[in-house]
């Protein structure tokens, strides 16, 4: 098959469905599929194995006509010159444009919803209706509301993501690593791999801090990723004079590596489809901590697999964090736990296998009513 994804954004970062594209092309590649991907740039790219074919039209500022026919225009161009069997979309700007060129070339469009943080939110699934071809859902709770919404149920797939174990495996703690990154030998640290945005709830790791350091745990905290709010978090863990206790890392495409420094892993999110760094850190074999939202008690089952808070709750997180600090035979047995559940239902294979599926099951539909 020759696919194209079609992954664009306003601000260029390397977040979840980027992750979801660049995870997705990769395996393609491998398996003999000719692929492209049109982004919006950023560190994007280096993520993609050499075989993918990719093409940066910036960032997309709005969903004006102007940029809607220039993305329909970039489509349109990438798909001819390769040929392209199916288009696979992951924004609704990334739909809308996609559905256009599928009206004059009939060339099919399958599209992921990776949150329900969209404009429109109580009518998001009706927006899908007659502009995709099969909607993947990341999650059950993405699935259950896209059906609430006006999507009828036979036109989604429940397609979880997939960690590649073999990349992703309990190691021993690496010394030198936390040394270069300045972090003491006596400090523990507590990771966060997220876009450095509101909904990822970064400011409430930084406020538990304090809470977490009048316990007698000496901490760092390691924030993965990058986004809008960065200077606005430096300036919180300054007012709160937990400077000190904070590394902001930036992205980094060895995140395996990085795990095996983290005696904790935190996702505080707001809203969370299905988060990839989560299903990493529990196929790293670290203790996980995250909140009651979206999908992610479709993967982290509390106290079996990892802890679940309420969003927003910071006193609840620092609880949780310094718990799973001090109780050790609690973090080796969810530790344990999370590995198992990962094994048997977010399996790398897996979702490639899935999702090839229903690339096939709608080229063949296309061949039916040709």
């Given at each position: 098959m020759n696919i194209l994804f079609v992954a664009t954004n306003v601000n260029g970062h390397y977040g979840g469905s980027e992750r979801y594209v660049s995870v997705l092309s990769n395996a393609l590649v491998e398996q003999g599929h000719k692929v492209a991907v049109i982004c919006s740039g950023g560190p994007m790219a280096k993520h993609l194995d050499k075989k993918v074919?990719?093409?940066?039209?910036?960032?997309?500022?709005?969903t004006s006509v102007q940029e809607t026919n220039r993305l329909v225009a970039a489509i349109e161009r990438v798909s001819k010159k390769?040929?392209?069997?199916?288009?696979?979309?992951?924004?609704l700007m990334d739909l809308k444009a996609s559905s256009l060129v599928k009206k004059t070339s009939g060339i099919p469009v399958v599209h992921t919803v990776h949150s329900a943080e969209q404009t429109n939110i109580n009518s998001l699934g009706a927006q899908f209706v007659g502009k995709a071809d099969k909607v993947i859902a990341v999650s059950i709770f993405i699935?259950?509301?896209?059906?609430?919404?006006?999507?009828?149920?036979?036109?989604?797939?429940?397609?979880?993501?997939?960690?590649?174990?073999?990349?992703?495996?309990?190691?021993?703690?690496?010394?030198?690593?936390k040394t270069s990154l300045g972090i003491?030998?006596?400090e523990r640290v507590i990771m966060c791999v997220a876009r450095l945005e509101p909904i990822k709830g970064i400011n409430h790791i930084i406020e538990a801090i304090p809470k977490i350091l009048e316990r007698g745990n000496n901490i760092r905290v390691v924030f993965v990723g990058e986004g809008s709010h960065k200077n606005e978090y430096k300036k919180l863990a300054?007012?709160?004079?937990?400077?000190?206790?904070?590394?902001?890392?930036?992205?980094?495409n060895k995140v395996e590596e990085l795990l095996s420094i983290a005696d904790v892993f935190c996702l505080s999110s707001n809203n969370e489809a299905l988060s990839f760094a989560i299903l990493e850190a529990m196929a790293e074999g670290k203790p996980v901590v995250a909140t009651k939202v979206g999908g992610i008690p479709e993967v982290v089952v509390d106290k079996v697999t990892g802890l679940l808070i309420s969003p927003g709750n910071?006193?609840?997180l620092a609880n949780a964090i310094n718990k799973l600090l001090e109780d050790k035979p609690l973090a080796r047995k969810l530790s344990k736990n999370a590995k198992v559940r990962i094994n048997e239902n977010f399996r790398f294979d897996r979702m490639i296998g899935e999702t090839v599926d229903t690339y096939e099951e709608v080229l063949e539909k296309e061949k039916v009513y040709a």
């Open positions: 074919v990719v093409e940066s039209v910036g960032p997309i500022i709005d390769h040929k392209i069997d199916l288009v696979h979309s992951n924004s699935k259950t509301y896209l059906r609430k919404t006006g999507l009828f149920s036979r036109l989604v797939n429940l397609i979880y993501h997939g960690v590649d174990t073999s990349k992703f495996r309990e190691r021993e703690l690496e010394p030198n690593l003491k030998s006596t300054k007012d709160l004079g937990v400077e000190k206790k904070v590394l902001f890392f930036g992205v980094t910071t006193q609840d």
